[in-house]
């Protein structure tokens, strides 16, 4: 069974810095697309960085130049790691894994994982 295991959330001052970190754990084969997306109180969850396989990324214009994301392919895991951080990052932040494809022993399933979420609280 597929599981997306989050660590690193805490509660940090403004200005200060964070590193997340995801594992996928399961008989995992291979995963398109790893990320992070976060859930501030009171607002919809959204995109922060995402990592395609290749090594190509996507930032949210707010995270930009701040936080940076990476990838270990053969480890199933992805990190970030967030600079300057501002009050208003304070969220739940969700690891999340598409196109996760992983082998149950008898035959092979692609999917969409999420984490269980950590918290990140920047006071200011």
């Known amino acids: 069974q597929v599981q997306l295991v989050e660590s690193g959330g805490g509660l940090v001052l403004a200005g200060g810095s964070l590193r997340l970190s995801c594992a996928a754990s399961?008989?995992?084969?291979?995963?398109?697309?790893m990320g992070w997306h976060r859930q501030a109180p009171g607002k919809q969850r959204e995109l922060v960085a995402v990592?395609?396989?290749?090594?190509?990324?996507n930032y949210a214009d707010p995270v930009k130049g701040r936080f940076t994301i990476s990838r270990d392919n053969a480890k199933n895991t992805v990190s970030l790691q967030m600079n300057r951080l501002k009050p208003e990052d304070t969220a739940v932040y969700y690891c999340?894994?598409?196109?996760?494809?992983?082998?149950?022993?008898?035959?092979?399933?692609?999917?969409?994982?999420w984490g269980k979420g950590t918290l990140v609280t920047v006071s200011s």
């Open positions: 990592m395609t396989g290749g090594g190509r990324t």
């Open positions: 999340n894994a598409e196109g996760l494809l992983d082998y149950t022993g008898i035959y092979y399933s692609s999917g969409d994982y």
């Open positions: 399961g008989r995992v084969v291979s995963i398109n697309i």
